[in-house]
């Protein structure tokens, strides 16, 4: 029977959070896992990420922050209070998942119905704008991005590989809290949970890392080095 695996996670730096998104990505295609996987974790502040790919500009001002290379695409995303969660899922399972462009809509339409759960009403940007690869990726929406009063509050980035997606991401909660100060994180954390798991169908159980996961980060180059800032 399939389940949907949610890893309740912790605030971490931003090399471990990277690896070991890339370690369950690889594990899952590896053993050619059926069963989805959210996890759903904080970043230790300040810290930003790069889509993989990308060239190692970054604005002079984020000279002291820590920085750590995502294995999903995107620009630059500059963590603070905002929560995260990515999903690792089969994709040839799941027929509405298979088109990149479309995924995106669906995985936010699952966000923006657990937004709803907890109090915040969002809504999906319907008009798309291309993004340069020196754009921090929270100052202009793209399509199916989640908008919430006007304002861009969730973006992701996405990664495919032999048949499984690794769809990573950021929900900005701070801005969520200015629009509503009632915002629960606990709450929307169970919200999202709940969400996928209507959405794929399954159990929800919660089964957080093992040691092995855990300690898939150590020597792992997932944080650039001596990036060029301009």
């Known amino acids: 029977m399939v389940y949907l695996r949610y890893i309740n996670d912790g605030i971490y730096n931003a090399a471990f959070n990277m690896a070991v998104d890339r370690y369950l990505f690889s594990e899952s295609i590896k053993a050619n896992d059926p069963n989805p996987i959210l996890r759903i974790y904080r970043f230790e502040n300040p810290s930003v990420t790069v889509g993989c790919g990308k060239n190692n500009v970054l604005p002079d ?26 999903v690792i899922v089969p994709f040839r399972l799941f027929d509405k998942l298979s088109h990149v462009l479309e995924s995106y809509g669906e995985i936010h339409s699952v966000l923006i119905k657990a937004l709803s759960e907890v109090g915040a009403e969002a809504e999906l940007f319907s008009v798309g704008t291309k993004s340069t690869p020196q754009d921090l990726c929270f100052q202009k929406p793209v399509l199916y991005d989640v908008m919430c009063c006007g ?45 996928f798991g209507n959405y794929f169908c399954c159990e929800l159980r919660e089964i957080p890392l093992v040691q092995e996961e855990i300690s898939a980060w150590e020597g792992k180059e997932a944080i650039i080095p001596e990036p060029h800032m301009v």
């Open 151 to 195: 304002r861009k509050i969730a973006g992701a980035g996405q990664k495919r590989s032999l048949g499984f997606l690794l769809h990573q991401g950021s929900i900005a909660l701070d801005v969520l809290r200015e629009l509503n100060r009632n915002i629960s994180e606990i709450k929307l954390r169970q919200s999202l949970a709940n969400a």
């Open 61 to 86: 001002y984020l000279a002291k922050t820590k920085i750590a290379q995502r294995p999903t695409g995107g620009g630059v995303v500059c963590h603070g209070e905002d929560l995260i969660y990515s």
